[in-house]
């Protein structure tokens, strides 16, 4: 019995996939190609990852701020500019801080407006002096546009720990930032087609009443609905998930090719700052909490997909809209409000759903509104089942 069962609901699943395969399966196949031609195309003829290469380059090269700046500008017609800009540390108080903003050959960026280094008035802070070289013309660069890194760290040996910058906390995985930003673009193609999917499962069945077939098939009516959630909830982001690694992969190997033409060591610059375990296995338990955080969104949508009549997105908005104004108007809170933010795909800077830079919190996971909504879910799912069962019809 238990084998017939599962039976039954394998082919349930593999009927969703056969009726939403576009949205299911090839939308994120194509938008991976899409973005690998993109970033080929990039490296072969701008000599750039993608738009936002720039920020790769120098979280590749990146270690520290107190050695060597260099920048490199070359034209279309193959005219160099070489610029070596060279700091050092210097003490100067917070006034200083504030009248230094530009420096030239040889001026202290702690200066005032007349070029006079103010009088230390409070405690001292790091500042620094610069001193710029203009390059000469026998280096040989094989890329063109500008380019700019800062090799090596005093600081990061010294231990200073007045470092604001990001990056210096991910030792050896400086680019997992990077490349979780290319598993954020299917994950949110992700949550727009599962979303679309759950509105129009339930209510498509009784539009072009296939409802009726399924009624003359020997499933439930609870296969049917289960069998829908669990294609959102973990069949459709396991296939975004892999196509997700598979493109952050090709991703790396063009990394690896874009330094490899700046002649410099792409497994010294790309591979070393690069955690392989983090890359596989956080986009995974990253969405096993967001699964545990948007079930409830998806039973709802669910839900109104049974309910509704004419519009289920105007059926699944509208409730909560209502309760958001009643609560504002005559309890002046925002409970409610509160209640749906937390399970609802956001990112903010105390905390996010659906999208983890840095990996999941699950030390910070909220475990009554985990059960809450768990709770919500369930009768989500359980009204939707009634739904299907005793209110079929559109008209």
């Known amino acids: ?170 030792s050896g995985r400086e680019l997992n930032v990077m490349l979780s930003v290319v598993h954020g673009i299917l994950v949110l193609i992700l949550l727009l087609t599962t979303v679309n999917y759950l509105l129009s499962s339930l209510y498509d069945d009784r539009k072009d009443r296939s409802v009726l077939f399924w009624r003359s098939m020997p499933v439930t009516e609870w296969q049917i609905v289960l069998s829908k959630f669990v294609v959102a909830l973990i069949c459709a982001p396991l296939i975004y998930i892999a196509i997700s690694l598979l493109l952050q992969l090709a991703y790396v190997l063009l990394m690896m090719l874009l330094v490899s033409r700046m002649e410099q060591d792409p497994f010294e610059v790309v591979v070393a700052n690069i955690d392989f375990a983090a890359l596989m296995i956080d986009p995974i338990s990253g969405w096993l909490m967001t699964a545990l955080l948007i079930s409830p969104v998806y039973a709802w949508l669910l839900c109104a997909s049974a309910l509704a009549r004419r519009s289920p997105f105007l059926m699944a908005v509208t409730p909560f809209i209502g309760l958001f104004i009643a609560e504002g108007i005559f309890f002046r809170t925002e409970v409610v ?37 768990l709770v919500f879910a369930a009768i989500a799912l359980a009204a939707a089942v009634w739904l299907r069962a005793h209110r079929w019809e559109l008209n």
């Open 337 to 373: 409000g509160n209640a749906v933010s937390r399970h609802f795909p956001h990112v903010s800077d105390s905390s996010a759903v659906g999208f983890y830079l840095f990996g999941p919190d699950w030390m910070g996971l909220d475990l009554l509104s985990v059960a809450g909504g």
């Open 1 to 170: 019995m238990a084998t017939t069962q599962t039976s039954q609901f394998v082919t349930l699943l593999q009927r969703e996939f056969r009726e939403y395969k576009n949205s299911l399966f090839w939308t994120p196949i194509i938008t991976a190609v899409v973005l690998a031609v993109l970033m080929l195309g990039s490296v072969v003829l701008a000599n750039r990852v993608s738009v936002i290469g720039d920020t790769i380059l120098e979280a590749m090269m990146r270690k520290g701020s107190d050695n060597v700046n260099i920048s490199i500008s070359i034209g279309e017609d193959g005219e160099q500019q070489v610029t070596v800009v060279e700091t050092s540390r210097v003490e100067t108080s917070d006034q200083d801080l504030s009248l230094g903003t530009t420096a030239s050959d040889g001026v202290d960026v702690s200066a005032g407006g007349d070029g006079v280094p103010s009088p230390p008035t409070a405690p001292q802070k790091p500042s620094y002096q610069v001193f710029v070289e203009q390059g000469s013309s026998d280096e040989q660069w094989n890329f063109s546009r500008e380019w700019s890194f800062n090799p090596g760290s005093d600081k990061a040996k010294a231990g200073d720990d007045d470092n604001d910058d990001g990056f210096d906390e991910l």
